[in-house]
């Protein structure tokens, strides 16, 4: 258990469909990341908020849409998927420090594993 | 831009016995973190050891600890009395100013 889940951890949609993941972190951070992990590829990062402000956005398709209400909450939000989303949706937690610069260790949820059919 | 780079994409070690994963990276910031991960089967990914840059003295946790090179840009890491536990994806990661950048992962299997 590290302080962050997720939820659904399995989802099974149609490239028609909306659906929504969640991500909520009980460590009192306040930065919050996205990452995707497909088969055979590295960790792939998607989105960054830092202080409910999203710092990061590495070129992700805007069929992935993002949403940080608070500092312990993180969405993401899904439509029109197609089957190359599928893989496993990793979400993470961290503290910022402005006085170091710099984000420490990053505390992972247990993942969503997405599958677009 | 950086980049972390894991040779070796498998791995296996005899119970009991020390294996030692290589991760080498490239930055052009002077202040960072190094990062090993393990993500066993069951796909959540958890922190192993911390290093940061620097710190000379290398860092220790249990059965774990890191061989950290920084003039060579190197941070290796040595696993003690392998158990099956051990059996996962290890990951190494540098962390910089805002996210982390992972290698594409070592899957070390201990063997009975």
């Known amino acids: 258990e590290t302080g962050v889940t997720q939820t659904p951890r399995h989802l099974v949609m149609g490239m028609t469909n909306k659906k929504s993941l969640k991500c909520e972190q009980h460590?009192?951070?306040?930065?919050m990341y996205w990452y995707k992990q497909s088969a055979k590829k590295p960790l792939e990062l998607m989105f960054v908020y830092n202080f409910k402000e999203q710092t990061e956005n590495n070129s992700v398709p805007s069929r992935f849409s993002p949403e940080c209400p608070n500092s312990s909450h993180l969405f993401l939000h899904l439509h029109t998927l197609q089957p190359e989303d599928s893989a496993l949706y990793l979400c993470?937690?961290?503290?910022?420090?402005?006085?170091?610069?710099?984000?420490?260790?990053?505390?992972f949820g247990p993942g969503t594993r997405l599958t677009v059919l | 831009a950086q980049t972390v780079t894991q040779s070796q994409p498998e791995m296996s070690v005899q119970e009991a016995e020390t294996v030692t994963l290589s991760c080498t990276y490239d930055t052009s910031e002077n202040n960072y973190y190094l990062f090993w991960y393990k993500q066993p089967p069951s796909r959540q990914m958890i922190l192993v050891i911390r290093q940061e840059a620097y710190k000379q003295q290398n860092a220790t946790e249990n059965r774990f600890s890191v061989n950290f090179q920084k003039a060579a840009k190197s941070f290796s890491l040595k696993i003690s009395d392998s158990q099956l536990g051990d059996t996962a994806m290890y990951f190494c990661a540098l962390g910089s100013a805002r996210q982390l950048t992972f290698g594409s992962g070592t899957q070390l299997t201990v063997l009975p």
């Open positions: 460590l009192g951070h306040n930065a």
């Open positions: 993470a937690s961290s503290q910022w420090s402005s006085s170091k610069g710099r984000t420490d260790t990053q505390y």
